[in-house]
Nanobody, 125 residues
Framework: QVQLVESGGGLVQAGGSLRLSCAAS????????MGWFRQPPGKKREFVAG????????IYADSVKGRFTISRESAANMVYLQMNSLKSEDTAVYYC??????????????????WGQGTPVTVSS
């Protein structure tokens, strides 16, 4: 059974940092593209960042480029999202996602077939 479990969300002041973690199980982690999405209050879920199979390729939404870093630790079946210089507009529920069907990183929800339950991030201004 595939499981993605996020952790690390919480309340942080604007300008601060948080590190989100996603623990993956039940899948061949080294063969799975991973991504982070977020859903701000009252808005649709949106792409944040994605990382390729080996971790060498990464892509980011323009809104987080230069502030967020996605990484993966294959030996531990973990993917991380380091979030720096947080802004109030980063407030959202953050979701970890996995794509076991393709090797290219997708920016679209339809490109991922497994999802975590989400972890909330609130940035106070």
């Amino acid at each position: 059974q595939v499981q993605l479990v996020e952790s690390g969300g919480g309340l942080v002041q604007a300008g601060g940092s948080l590190r989100l973690s996603c623990a993956a199980s039940g899948m061949p982690f080294r063969s799975v593209v991973m991504g982070w999405f977020r859903q701000p209050p009252g808005k649709k879920r949106e792409f944040v960042a994605g990382i390729g199979l080996s971790g060498g390729a990464t892509i980011y939404a323009d809104s987080v480029k230069g502030r967020f870093t996605i990484s993966r630790e294959s030996a531990a079946n973990m993917v991380y999202l380091q979030m720096n210089s947080l802004k109030s507009e980063d407030t959202a529920v953050y979701y970890c996602a996995a794509d076991s069907a393709r090797s290219l990183i997708s920016r679209y929800e339809s490109g991922y077939n497994y999802w975590g339950q989400g972890t909330p991030v609130t940035v106070s201004s």
